[in-house]
């Protein structure tokens, strides 16, 4: 024990030792310079397309939440300003200089400075304060009477998306026409979720046994990346989603092609018998026999989505044989199991024939 200490006193004494030799030759400005250039990397590092972004809102709700952060920054970066600069005067000004040994004049007890920091502490806090409830106030407004409801259910790991007025459901990609009010009602069916699309609104926990309320107008066309943002199990971070904000004909489209689902010819294909006998247990598809499988999304329109796995790949014929294959090749921890390997001596589900019907199959449920 007492070795272990000296150990730790010499090699502290080495490691100040140095230290003041390094700043004597290379010289205070050197060491600015590569700080400077530190913080210049994790700053351009954050420029670039970045679409996953609070920065450039598209919906109401996302323009509030900006319109708040903004001006705190502005306050939180001149309190640093000053904090910083005085930080830095007292440094140069009152550093240690030969022969001044003494002790500084002590302010500890003058009810002035005291008195004054105090309250312009508690007036800063009293503005942020202030923004802040005025932001969370028309945040917590009720949706009104025209807004569209969604409900979203979490699952471990991807998203269900039910429009109850519309009869419509879906899976990680949302469709919402420009201009209207959403009304989302979310659910988990299992364990703590969260939603978030920063483009379009703030987060919002999805905790079982409770349905949590959101509600926003999607204000901008086009497609916004989102995401799960609360741990939740091994896939967490693939838990991803995507919404379409869309143009109200566009909107009416594509919820007649859900509502309508597959074409009737489509049901003497071959990949619908392979459908029906493999994946129709977890999986449905309007307009088809196979109408009750409800452990997995719904397939219902699932040629024309651009993603597979909750925003894990690209959707391609490839992908999606890939995909059917063996899913935790490309999302480790997914719940649905490989259908196109062996397993020791068991022969996989499907042959890459059954695969290739089956792709066929479902590319055309659009
Ligand atoms: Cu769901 Cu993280």
């Known amino acids: 024990m ?31 310079a590569v700080t400077l250039a530190a913080v210049g990397v994790v700053v351009l590092a954050g420029c670039g397309e970045l679409p996953q972004t609070i920065m450039h809102p598209a919906g109401d709700d996302a323009r509030l939440i900006l319109d708040l952060l903004v001006p705190v920054l502005w306050i939180a970066l001149v309190i640093l300003v000053v904090v910083v600069g005085f930080l830095i005067v007292s440094m140069v000004k009152y550093r240690y200089r030969p022969g001044n040994d003494g002790i500084p004049p002590q302010i500890h007890g003058n009810p002035r400075l005291e008195i004054t920091w105090m309250v312009a502490s508690a007036l800063i806090v009293a503005v942020l304060a202030v923004m802040t409830f005025k932001t969370m106030s028309i945040r917590a407004e009720a949706p009104g009477p025209g807004a569209l409801i969604v409900e979203v259910t979490a699952n471990q790991w ?53 349905v949590n309320r959101m509600n926003f107008v999607p204000e901008e066309i086009g497609v916004y990346p989102g995401q799960c943002t609360e741990f939740c199990g091994l896939a967490h971070g693939q838990m991803r989603m995507a919404a379409f904000v869309v143009s109200p004909a566009e909107f009416d489209r594509w919820v007649e092609m859900q509502q309508t689902g597959a ?20 999986h449905s598809i309007r307009g088809t026999a196979a109408a009750f499988g409800q452990i997995g999304p719904e397939l219902t329109g699932i040629g024309a989505r651009t993603t597979l796995g909750a925003g894990v790949v690209n959707h391609t014929p490839e992908t999606l044989a890939e995909w059917i294959r063996d899913p935790s090749q490309i999302k480790p921890g997914v719940l649905m199991p490989a259908l196109g390997v062996d397993v020791g001596d068991v022969p996989a589900a499907l042959s890459e024939d059954d695969i290739t019907a089956l792709v066929n199959y479902l590319e055309q449920m659009r």
């Open 263 to 282: 074409d009737p010819a489509l049901a003497t294909s071959p990949g619908a018998q392979v459908f029906q006998i493999n994946c129709a247990a977890c």
């Open 158 to 210: 991807w998203w269900e998306f039910t429009y109850p007025e519309l009869d419509v459901v879906t899976a990680n990609e949302l469709y919402l026409p420009i201009g209207q009010e959403v009304d989302l009602r979310l659910a988990s069916n299992d364990v703590i979720h969260s939603f978030w699309f920063p483009s379009l609104s703030g987060k919002q926990d999805v905790v079982p046994g409770t």
């Open 2 to 32: 007492h070795d272990l200490y000296r150990l730790i006193t010499l090699a502290s004494q080495i490691a100040g030792k140095s230290k003041a030799t390094r700043w004597r030759r290379y010289g205070v400005g050197r060491y600015l």
